[in-house]
T-cell receptor, first 115, second 115 residues
């Protein structure tokens, strides 16, 4: 799982509560990403950030929010507006020089269960 | 739209036999392709990537992948499967959108190697 940490590994919340998932990397990577994984659907991109203080919506951003105040940190907040938040959430990072193509490094994931 | 397809949900192979996990892609411009592996309740691990050059790319753990431009495929292969290769495999393509890069993943193929 490289130099990316996600905490906690398991998270349980009641419906209607906001919850923030932590993602920290010590790889000095510029780009960071949040994905949601559901059985049979692969990975779907929630948000991504190429540089500090800038981020873009991915394919399923509704009900989620992020911040990128520091290069090494990219927390994801799952809000009460997210209709079906129970899923496995993966954070990733990569270098971001446009002249090169870099692979992503993934954290171990956080399994969120909302009841 | 750029996309990746993994046509098989599951592949079963006997230990010691060669394995192939299929991936096809649709991109505009040059394809930048990746394979990742995921073990249960873990993040994804990078296996290999194709950027340019030789059509046969070698990666981690004895895996290789064959890029075929005419068939728009990037199949993952291994000459002799191990039980420990049993895992979920993802193919991905890098996509350029509005000046930023993101990665599009297939739905995953579960590989089961039988002893």
């Amino acid at each position: 799982d490289g130099g990316i940490t996600q905490s906690p590994k398991y998270l349980f919340r009641k419906e209607g509560q906001n919850v923030t998932l932590s993602c920290e990397q010590n790889l000095n990577h510029d780009a960071m990403y949040w994905y949601r994984q559901d059985p049979g659907q692969g990975l779907r991109l929630i948000y991504y950030s190429q540089i500090v203080n800038d981020f873009q919506k991915g394919d399923i951003a509704e009900g989620y929010s992020v911040s990128r105040e520091k290069k090494e940190s990219f927390p994801l907040t799952v809000t009460s507006a997210q209709k079906n938040p129970t899923a496995f959430y993966l954070c990733a990072s990569s270098r971001a020089r446009t002249s090169e193509t870099y692979e992503q490094y993934f954290g171990p994931g956080t399994r969120l269960t909302v009841t | 739209a750029q996309s990746v397809a993994q046509p098989e949900d599951q592949v079963n192979v006997a230990e010691g036999n060669p394995l192939t996990v299929k991936c096809t892609y649709s991109v505009s411009g040059n394809p930048y392709l990746f394979w990742y592996v995921q073990y249960p309740n873990r993040g994804l691990q990078f296996l290999l990537k194709y950027i340019t050059g030789d059509n046969l790319v070698k990666g981690s753990y004895g895996f290789e992948a064959e890029f075929n431009k005419s068939q728009t495929s990037f199949h993952l292969k291994k000459p002799s499967a191990l039980v420990s290769d049993s895992a979920l495999y993802f193919c991905a393509v890098r996509s350029l959108t509005s000046g930023t890069y993101k990665y599009i993943f297939g739905t995953g193929t579960r590989l089961k190697v039988l002893a």
